[in-house]
C-alpha cells in the first residue's frame, strides 16, 4: 500500500501540470518508485539511493531489467552525504517510502533538499505515526497540500510554504 500511494500522489502532481526535471527516489528498495517515475517522466533525471548493499543491487537489477538504466542512477548512500545528491540538489520531487522515525529525523535535511517550487512525498507512515511526521516537515518549513490514506498507511505530499 505505501508504494501504491506514492505512485498515486506522484500521478496527481503530474495531472496537476507540476513539472518534473530531476527527482530521487530516498531508500528505494527495489526501485519500484524511481522505475514509475521514469516510465510516466522519461524525459527527467533520476537518482534513486539506498543505504542497503543488498538493496542497491536488487534495484540496479530491475531498473536494467524494466530499460531505465539511461533515466535512473542508483547509488547506495546515506541520502544526505551522498556526493551524488550534492551534485543534483535541489529536486523537484523526492520520494521517501521509509519508516516514520527517519522521516522524521532527517526532516530538515529533507526539507533542504526539495526545490523551492518542489514537492516532497513521504510514505511508509502508519495513520497514527502521521501528525508527528506532519510536525517535524512543518517546522522544517514544509506544508502538507495532500494526504492520502490507504488502509493503515499515509501518505504525505509537501512543498515548501
Known amino acids: 500500500q505505501t508504494p501504491e500511494g506514492c505512485l498515486r500522489a506522484r500521478e496527481g502532481l503530474v495531472a496537476e501540470g507540476f513539472q518534473i526535471r530531476k527527482g530521487i527516489d530516498v531508500g528505494c528498495g527495489s526501485a519500484i518508485l524511481a ?3 521514469s516510465k510516466l517522466l522519461p524525459t527527467i533525471e533520476i537518482l534513486a539511493c539506498d543505504n542497503d548493499p543488498s538493496a542497491v543491487l536488487t534495484a540496479s537489477d530491475n531498473v536494467q531489467k524494466n530499460n ?3 533515466a535512473i542512477k542508483v547509488f547506495e548512500s546515506d541520502f544526505y552525504s551522498a556526493s551524488e545528491v550534492a551534485v543534483v540538489s535541489p529536486f523537484d520531487l523526492v520520494v521517501a517510502n521509509i519508516l516514520a522515525g527517519p522521516l522524521i529525523e532527517a526532516a530538515a535535511a529533507t526539507a533542504k533538499q526539495v526545490s523551492p ?3 516532497l512525498i513521504l510514505s511508509g507512515i502508519l495513520n497514527e505515526q502521521a501528525a508527528d511526521v ?3 516537515h512543518e517546522k522544517a518549513g514544509l506544508t502538507v497540500i ?10 504525505l505530499v509537501l512543498r515548501h510554504r
Do not use: S
Request: proline letters at 0%; aromatic letters at 4%.
Open 134 to 136: 506532519v510536525e517535524a
Open 35 to 37: 522505475i514509475g517515475m
Open 146 to 155: 495532500n494526504r492520502l490514506e490507504i488502509d493503515e498507511w499515509t501518505t
Open 68 to 70: 531505465c538504466a539511461r
Open 117 to 119: 517550487t518542489g514537492h
